[in-house]
């Protein structure tokens, strides 16, 4: 049977229309002003530069729910020089967990070698996100020429998928978020971000003042859905990647003060429980942490604060085997976890293995450099920071890694 023409033109614009539509609405948002580039660099006035964009970060996070973040301005030249190294320093909170001003300073200068080879250090990092923004970074910086990427991820997932996200339930699954943050550089795309989240109040505090809006209990069933988005997350990075790929994995304070216990307090709000904790640590009393095991054992046994007394106890009697099977008992245990977990560490490890790609094991650095395990604290400012020697090894670390990488394809 013969299709007349008017027929098949009203099949074709029908079929088509949504498509038009959505292409028209593009482009009168663009034409009135509404919306803005997510792209992570944006062409230099010039035209000989590009320059990282200041709001980037936004293709990852929602403007509505997190404040703005000040972002380190940076520029690469189109044409790469020659005897020059791209590399990209990619992180996620992690990355900002132990560098708080990450996004004010450079970590990693920009260094040459004693070839003259010079090592471009560009620095991108993504706060509130996890290594799903990771993996999308891997995907964004083919474009820019990268001759390597150091992946800083795994310290904790729980801030990109906290357990009341509206990500995750509006877009219950990492295909249609992943769609989502693709298409997010769209004006149309960009109003159903802010539209989600009109509702929602922007975090003024980071972690939010009530944890059981990112709380994640360890080794529970949200926690193993976690771990295997962070799994399918470093095997996507690996296959996604057209150039070297470096993963870091960082070091863990293990004496470091509890912030709340794994259950709900049955005698004491948790804020008074975990300052009295805190109180504890601090001063070091070993009489004290002795009767408030006592009263632990009781109501509250097989918690992380529970194992952080036994540690301090253990600690000042100077039985530093015990010490460091509490502590590490306590940090496992510990709900609001803003280390790197062991899980993730090992996942690091073995894909790295697996995929025959670099590793900056720099949790296992520092406990080869300390003398005992409890030692490993003198990284650290406090329980989460990297202090003046962490940066250090941090930066040593990386540096070394790279130059034996490239240094035999110089020669």
Not at 301 to 315: D, L
Request: proline residues 5%; glycine residues 2%.
């Amino acid at each position: 049977m013969k299709v007349s023409f008017r027929r098949l033109a009203y099949n074709v614009f029908f079929r088509f229309s949504p498509i038009l539509i959505v292409i028209l609405l593009e482009l009168a948002l663009r034409f009135i002003g509404v919306g803005e580039s997510y792209l992570i660099f944006n062409e230099s006035k010039n035209g000989q530069y590009y320059e990282l964009n200041p709001i980037y970060y936004r293709r990852f996070i929602s403007p509505k729910q997190f404040p703005d973040v000040v972002i380190l301005p940076q520029e690469i030249p189109f044409d790469k020089k020659n005897n020059t190294y791209r590399i990209f320093l990619i992180g996620d909170q992690t990355l900002c967990t132990a560098f708080p001003d990450i996004n004010i300073k450079q970590i990693i200068p920009d260094f040459t070698d004693e070839d003259s080879v010079h090592y471009d250090i560009i620095q991108l990092v993504v706060p509130y996100t996890n290594s799903f923004a990771m993996k999308r970074l891997v995907s964004s910086i083919k474009r820019y020429d990268a001759d390597a990427c150091v992946i800083v991820t795994g310290g904790n997932e729980f801030y990109g998928i906290p357990q009341k996200s509206a990500w995750m339930q509006d877009i219950d699954n990492y295909w249609g978020l992943n769609i989502f943050i693709t298409m997010k550089n769209h004006r149309f795309i960009q109003i159903l971000d802010r539209f989600i989240y009109l509702k929602k109040e922007p975090q003024k505090v980071f972690p939010p003042r009530d944890p059981d809006e990112w709380i994640v209990a360890y080794e529970s069933d949200t926690y193993m859905e976690t771990k295997s988005y962070f799994e399918r997350n470093l095997k996507k990075i690996t296959k996604k990647a057209e150039f070297p790929v470096f993963y870091v994995s960082m070091p863990v304070n293990i004496k470091t003060q509890p912030y709340r216990s794994l259950f709900d307090d049955k005698e004491l709000q948790d804020e008074s429980f975990a300052k009295e904790c805190a109180v504890l640590v601090d001063n070091a009393d070993r009489f004290t942490i002795e009767r408030w095991i006592n009263d632990l054992e009781a109501w509250e046994p097989e918690t992380a604060i529970y194992y952080y007394c036994k540690a301090m106890i253990s600690e000042h009697a100077e039985n530093t085997d015990k010490a460091l099977e509490y502590y590490t008992k306590a940090l496992t245990l510990d709900a609001l976890r803003i280390r790197m977990d062991p899980q993730f560490h090992e996942l690091i490890k073995q894909n790295a293995l697996s995929e025959n790609i670099e590793h900056i094991d720099l949790l296992e650095r520092t406990n080869e450099m300390s003398n005992t395990g409890l030692k490993i604290n003198r990284y650290f400012i406090n329980g989460i920071n990297l202090n003046i020697r962490g940066r250090e090894l941090f930066v040593s670390e990386i540096k070394t890694a790279l130059l034996d990488y490239f240094k035999p394809i110089n020669q």
